[in-house]
């Protein structure tokens, strides 16, 4: 076990990260302790480290362990953010890429990574109406089984099937509220995600986009996405249904293309579902299909991550996701305590990016996650014009997103800075209104989380 003491709680969070970044396997214990100082305190089992404040700290991590990490010592989880806002206020990129690595250690590649991803994203968001527009969410917290690394708000479909035709009415009853309150607004994308979406019946799938159909205008709508996710969910007839409603963006998402690591964490489908699915999306006219996989899943080496890829190549999908597997403590995996961090991971991530250059396609959005294994990133991959504009917005918050459904964050840019309600001394620019997760208090409330949102949006 390490011990990271700090004389301020504001340092707590950057300081706990920044160890566990260091020490992947090890249990970390963080606490406030002592004078209101900038000193933090590493108690390891060798031996103790004393710093004062959070650039020595990392230095201090680095000689000890003899080495450095790829992100240096930011431990957010949006680091282009940072990028997007010395490009906007109009830094050039060696003036940025000095400035990442001279404030936060960075390493030269990452810091251009992350610059001309922000560069991708800028010119993406700039066709959203920012003033008058907005995106919304639709989440369906259902999944055919629930992965072992899986943290989000979802639940296997076997313990849910009395309770989805519940779940469907109460969604249907929020999207009409959220349509209403809406109606002089511009939607621009729409992004159906989960869970699982395609685990609703063919009959449901068809309700739920009719209702957003009648509801919505459309006019102004750039991107229309469901993340039909799991192959063992996709069938010819939802696909049939999704075309009909002009959805213009799918996923299919095997993770990973080796049998054995499907079965470990959980997938229960076959790496022939994946081509099963993704041939039937091609056959029903999908132009735009993305595909997600995760780099240091359990068991897998760099020869597994190369030969998944060369079976991506082969499909050849419009876009590419690739994660580096984070272990959260709600998921399964990390209630196991899992601690086997793959060494290859590095390994994994360059040959993604070289595997998605093949592919003609170009880095559009990053972002990172808490305990990503080895320090790295998610990075999405897409082929001219078919990058997910809703994918920029979750991360830069440029434009409102209302959400529906169990679990969802409604995030409303504000057009003026009002006063922190977490915080009474800062001024907020986003609020954040979220609705409830459990999908059997959601049935019950969504009158509430209806009355909430009429309270703030657009106010």
Request: net charge neutral; proline share 3%; glycine share 8%.
């Amino acid at each position: 076990m390490i011990e990271v003491i700090c004389g301020k709680e504001a340092y707590i969070y950057n300081a706990y990260h920044m160890v566990k970044a260091f020490y992947p396997a090890q249990e970390v214990v963080p606490r406030v302790e002592g004078k209101a100082s900038n000193y933090v305190t590493v108690k390891l089992e060798d031996g103790t480290v004393t710093e004062d404040g959070a650039p020595a700290l990392y230095r201090a991590l680095c000689e000890r362990t003899g080495r450095e990490l790829a992100w240096g010592m930011l431990t957010g989880v949006r680091p282009t953010k940072l990028a997007m806002a010395k490009l906007e206020k109009g830094v050039g990129e060696e003036a940025f890429v000095s400035w990442f690595r001279d404030n936060y250690f960075v390493s030269g590649e990452k810091a251009r990574l992350a610059w001309k991803i922000a560069k991708k994203e800028k010119a993406l968001l700039d066709r959203l109406d920012k003033e008058d527009g907005y995106s919304l969410y639709v989440g369906i917290p259902f999944c055919p089984t629930v992965c072992t690394y899986c943290s989000f708000s979802s639940g296997a479909l076997a313990d849910w099937a009395g309770k989805v035709e519940d779940y469907l009415l109460a969604l249907l009853k929020e999207l009409r509220a959220v349509a209403e309150m809406s109606a002089d607004k511009k939607l621009n994308t729409i992004y159906i995600g989960g869970g699982t979406p395609t685990t609703l019946e063919a009959a449901q799938l068809e309700r739920l986009l009719s209702c957003i159909d009648e509801n919505f205008d459309r006019e102004h709508v750039l991107e229309y996405t469901v993340e039909a996710g799991r192959p063992d969910s996709i069938t010819k007839e939802k696909l049939g249904v999704m075309k009909r409603h002009n959805v213009t963006r799918i996923s299919v998402n095997p993770q990973s293309m080796q049998q054995k690591t499907l079965d470990a964490i959980g997938r229960k489908h076959t790496v022939e579902d994946v081509y099963e699915a993704y041939r039937l999306a091609r056959a029903a006219g999908f132009e735009n299909i993305n595909m997600d996989l995760i780099a240091g899943l359990p068991g897998e080496s760099l020869a597994d991550m190369e030969h998944t890829l060369a079976q991506i190549r082969a499909l050849a999908p419009d876009s590419l996701t690739v994660h580096s597997l984070a272990i959260k403590r709600a998921a399964k995996m990390g209630q196991e305590k899992y601690g086997g961090v793959c060494e290859d991971i590095g390994g994994m991530i360059l040959a993604a990016a070289k595997a998605a250059e093949d592919m003609g396609m170009e880095p559009y959005y990053m972002y990172r996650q808490k305990n990503i294994a080895g320090n790295f990133e998610n990075v999405g991959y897409a082929k001219v014009d078919k990058a997910g504009i809703y994918n920029i917005l979750i991360m830069e918050e440029k434009q409102s997103i209302v959400a529906a459904g169990a679990g969802a964050s409604t995030k409303i840019v504000l057009k003026e800075p009002i006063l922190s309600p977490s915080d009474p001394k800062k001024k907020a620019t986003l609020m954040r209104l979220e609705n409830v997760k459990a999908i059997d208090a959601y049935i019950v409330r969504v009158d509430e989380m209806i009355e909430r949102k009429g309270e703030w949006l657009w106010r």
